[in-house]
C-alpha cells in the first residue's frame, strides 16, 4: 500500500465517525489529489449525507476497493492514469460505478472516460447539487447494478456543464449540452439576462434547440416558479392562433359554446414563448406587438381590457431583418422583440459536441424508452461527426435512437452508421474548395437535387428529410429550375 493511506470521512448529523472497515450503506471512494476538487466534493458528501473514502492515488483507490464494499467511486480526471483507473475499476469483481469530475474537458476527453466505464461525466462550472442528484440516484434500489449491465461506453450520462447555473427553481434544471465557445458565449448572455423581464428574440435553424434555450432562461429567472408556456405560431391558422392567444368570449363566433381564456393570461406570473414566430402574419404581428408595449388585450368578442404579468420569449429559423426589408414582418415589432438576441449555432458548426449529444440521446433513449444498451464505438461516433446535420440536433437525437433500435449486436459500428443512416444524414466533403465559390441558391440547388436523387424522386420523403414541407419543396424545384 502506498504511504499516503486513504481517510474515511463520514457525513452525519451527529458528527459520529465510523470504523474503519465498517459496512456504510452509503459510502462512496473520492478519487483525487486536487485538494481544492477534494474539499467540494467532501462538501457535496456531507451536505447530501453521505459517506466518503478519500484516496490520493490509484493504489490508495485499490487498497480502498479491497477493503470495502463500495458501490460508487467518483474520480477526479487529473491525468491519463485516471482514465485508466476508471476502467481498471469497472474491471475489478465488485466493479461499483464510477461517476468522473473534471474542471475542463475535450470531446476526446469525454470519449475515453465515457468508453472506459463511467456512467457520468460532470465538467466545467458544475454545482454541488449536480453531484448529489446523481450520487442519489445510483444509491437507488430501482437503478439497475452497473455492475451486472453489458459496457455501455458512450451510452453513458452526460451533465455538460456550460450551462449549468443555479435555477431558481431546484426542481427544474434544463441543461444544454456543449462544449462549443460560440454555444458558451450564448449561454452566458442568457444567464445574465434571465433574471430580468427584457424580451429575448431566438434566433436559429430548425432543430439547434430554441426552446431549450427558452426554457433555461425561464427556469433561472424569477418566474420559474411561474408557468412556462410555448405556442408554435406556424403551426396554426392566424383566427386559431388569435383565439389560443388571447381567449374568447361565448358566442363571439360560430362553434365558441363557451368562454375560453387565452394562453397569454394562463401565462400571467410566468413566461410565455412564441416558437417560430417568422411565420404570424402581418394582422397578427400588430396584436403581438399590443401585448408587448402595453401588457394587455382584450378577447375575441370581448370588451374588457385584461392586463397581464408575463415575460415574452419568441424565436424563429428566418432572418428577421431580411422579412422586414421584404414587408413581410413589421418593423416596430422586429425592434420591440430584439431587446436581446440569441443565435444558436448549427450543429455542423459545434462538431465537437456531437460525442457529448451521442452519449446523452443514447442514455436518455434507454433509460425512457427501454431501448437496449448497446456501445456506440468511438470510431462510429466520429463517423457520425462527419454528416451533415442539416436537422440539426433533432435530427442527432433521432438518429442515434434508430440506431439503437436497428443495429443487432451489442456494439454500433461504423457499418451500422453506413447502414442505417444513409437516408437520414448526407455525409458532405468538408475540405471540397468549390463549396465557397458557389451562390447560396447555387448550394440550395446542388443540395436539393442531390437530396432528390437520392430518394429516387420521391417529393414527400426529400421534404421529410429537408424538414419542410411538400408545398416549399415544390417552390424550391421550380425556383431553383431543378431537373425534377
Known amino acids: 500500500?502506498?504511504?499516503?493511506?486513504?481517510e474515511t470521512i463520514v457525513a452525519s448529523t451527529s458528527g459520529s465517525g465510523a470504523e474503519p472497515g465498517a459496512s456504510?450503506?452509503?459510502?462512496?471512494?473520492?478519487?483525487?489529489r486536487d485538494p481544492e476538487m477534494r474539499a467540494f466534493l467532501d462538501k457535496a458528501c456531507i451536505v447530501g449525507n453521505i459517506a466518503s473514502v478519500r484516496a490520493s492515488t490509484a493504489a490508495d483507490a485499490r487498497a480502498s476497493l479491497r477493503d470495502r464494499k463500495l458501490r460508487v467511486a467518483v474520480v477526479s480526471i487529473e491525468s491519463p492514469e485516471s482514465v485508466e483507473l476508471i476502467a481498471e475499476i469497472r474491471r475489478s469483481s465488485r466493479a461499483p460505478s464510477v461517476v468522473a469530475v473534471s474542471r475542463v474537458a475535450t470531446p476526446e476527453l469525454v470519449r475515453d472516460v465515457l468508453c472506459a466505464g463511467a456512467v457520468d461525466f460532470l465538467f466545467g462550472s458544475f454545482r454541488s447539487g449536480a453531484v448529489i442528484e446523481r450520487l442519489e440516484s445510483l444509491f437507488e434500489p430501482s437503478e439497475p447494478n452497473s455492475a451486472e449491465s453489458p459496457g455501455i461506453g458512450l451510452a453513458a450520462g452526460v451533465r455538460a456543464a456550460t450551462s449549468d447555473g443555479a435555477p431558481s427553481n431546484p426542481a427544474l434544471e434544463t441543461r444544454i449540452i456543449s462544449c462549443n465557445a460560440s454555444t458558451a458565449r450564448v449561454l452566458e448572455i442568457a444567464r445574465k439576462v434571465a433574471p430580468t423581464d427584457s424580451t429575448v428574440l431566438i434566433l436559429g435553424e430548425s432543430g439547434t434547440g430554441k426552446e431549450l434555450l427558452a426554457r433555461y432562461i425561464h427556469e433561472n429567472s424569477r418566474r420559474a416558479h411561474g408557468v412556462f408556456v410555448e405556442v408554435n405560431c406556424g403551426a396554426l391558422p392566424e383566427n386559431l392562433l388569435e383565439s389560443q392567444l388571447f381567449g374568447h368570449e361565448k358566442g363571439s363566433f360560430t362553434g365558441a359554446s363557451q368562454r375560453q381564456l387565452g394562453l397569454f393570461e394562463v401565462a400571467d406570473g410566468g413566461t410565455i414563448f412564441l416558437d417560430e414566430i417568422g411565420e404570424m402574419g402581418l394582422d397578427m404581428q400588430?396584436?403581438?406587438l399590443r401585448v408587448l408595449q402595453s401588457r394587455e388585450f382584450r378577447r375575441i368578442g370581448g370588451s374588457q381590457v385584461i392586463k397581464v404579468d408575463v415575460r415574452v420569449l419568441a424565436a424563429t429559423n428566418r432572418a428577421l431583418k431580411d422579412e422586414v426589408e421584404n414587408g413581410r414582418f413589421r418593423t416596430d415589432l422586429y425592434?420591440?422583440?430584439?431587446?436581446?438576441?440569441?443565435?444558436l449555432p448549427p450543429l455542423r458548426e459545434r462538431r465537437e459536441d456531437i460525442p457529448l449529444l451521442v452519449a446523452h440521446f443514447c442514455e436518455r433513449a434507454m433509460k425512457q424508452k427501454g431501448l437496449p444498451a448497446r456501445q456506440i464505438l468511438p470510431e462510429a461516433v466520429d463517423a457520425l461527426t462527419k454528416f451533415r446535420w442539416t436537422g440539426n440536433?433533432?435530427?442527432?437525437?433521432?438518429a442515434v435512437e434508430r440506431l439503437i433500435l436497428l443495429s443487432s449486436g451489442d456494439h454500433v459500428t461504423v457499418a451500422d452508421v453506413e447502414e442505417h443512416l444513409g437516408e437520414h444524414a448526407i455525409d458532405v466533403d468538408l475540405d471540397a474548395e468549390v463549396l465557397p465559390a458557389l451562390t447560396l441558391d447555387e448550394v440550395k440547388k446542388l443540395h436539393v437535387a442531390r437530396v432528390l436523387?437520392?430518394?429516387?424522386?420521391?417529393?414527400m420523403k426529400t421534404a421529410r428529410m429537408l424538414k419542410i414541407n411538400v408545398k416549399t419543396l415544390y417552390n424550391l424545384i421550380k425556383s431553383l429550375a431543378i431537373d425534377a
Not at 440536433?393 to 433521432?398: A, W
Open 24 to 32: 456504510v450503506s452509503r459510502e462512496i471512494l473520492v478519487v483525487s
Open 393 to 398: 440536433i433533432r435530427e442527432l437525437e433521432n
Open 1 to 6: 500500500m502506498s504511504s499516503l493511506t486513504s
Open 335 to 343: 425592434y420591440r422583440l430584439n431587446v436581446i438576441d440569441l443565435e
Open 286 to 288: 400588430v396584436k403581438i
Open 453 to 459: 436523387k437520392q430518394n429516387d424522386g420521391n417529393k
